[in-house]
């Protein structure tokens, strides 16, 4: 039974496979941010700026592809793991793609809307001398979530934003109304920036039970995390007429923490910025670790944990 079990398994990891393609409108043209999602395996991914794609599929894996004002289209892999897909927009009809797309985000059930957020809070809205930002993009950005209940939340009519101060998930469809998910009802959440790059984002009670921990590298034995720590300082300018200190504007502080995550173990543990600290993270492996070491130099950022947890992780 066990050993039948086992084989299974094996087999459905051998089928797991890449797919990639790209995504055109009916004139030829790449059509960017375009979701395509396999709401059955939880896999999702944002086309590029050239309309090109790669996501992690099975052979089952039926694919949605959805794009504000265009048609959604879905589409099986089988053996097909190089797309060439075409979506056909609504043209000047009354129809809009909020009618015909299936939103798994709006008015779901595993999540809930908490607290409105005052629009004088969000990017671009911040009155008086402020340095720094409180929340990890400038403008609204794309984005999906995995519910508490692994179910994937996506709708091409909303974007987000993360409050890195309060810890809070933001959603807007409009800009001129924002509301914050339910920490408790969610699992994870991935963003994309206006230059493509990827965020992902886990709840990890272990790391911090208000805030979400920013995923630098994950696979088959460890996980890397960053906790952003941000802190807000008030400005403290003084002038006596003799002796002038402090500053005269208010600032947001970013800093940060860092965990390895054995999977084996199953308990995070604290990474310094230090070569002796990933040495004791890594120690079960420690000529592979120390090869790493000696052959990247340069500084240790999220980059080079990035990286690290990459090697680690072959």
Known sequence: ???????????????????????????????????????????????????????????????????????????????NQDLQVVLRSFGNSTSNNSLNTKSTLSGSADIQHSNDVDLLRLPGHEKGKVRGNRYLFDNFVHGFIISSTDVLLHDPAYTFDYDKLSGALLLTKDKNSVEEISFDHTKSFILYDNKDNRFVFEKVPAIDNAHYVQVLASGKR?????????????????????????????????GADYYVLDLQSGHPQKLLLKKKSIKENFAEEADKVNKFLSDNSGNMDDTYLSKLGDYMNQ
Do not use: R
């Open 222 to 254: 460890y996980k890397i995390y960053k906790l952003i720590k941000t802190k807000f300082v008030k400005a403290d300018y003084v002038n006596s007429g003799l002796i002038a200190h402090g500053t005269d504007y208010d600032e947001y502080i970013d």
């Open 1 to 79: 039974m066990w050993l039948l079990v086992i084989i299974t398994l094996h087999i459905a990891k051998a089928q797991t496979g890449t797919a990639s393609g790209s995504v055109k409108d009916g004139k030829g043209n790449p059509l960017h941010f375009v979701f395509v999602g396999d709401e059955q395996y939880k896999e999702a991914v944002y086309s590029d700026s050239s309309g090109n794609f790669t996501i992690m599929v099975h052979p089952d894996s039926k694919l949605q592809f959805e794009l504000a004002g265009y048609k959604d289209t879905t589409v099986s892999i089988g053996k």
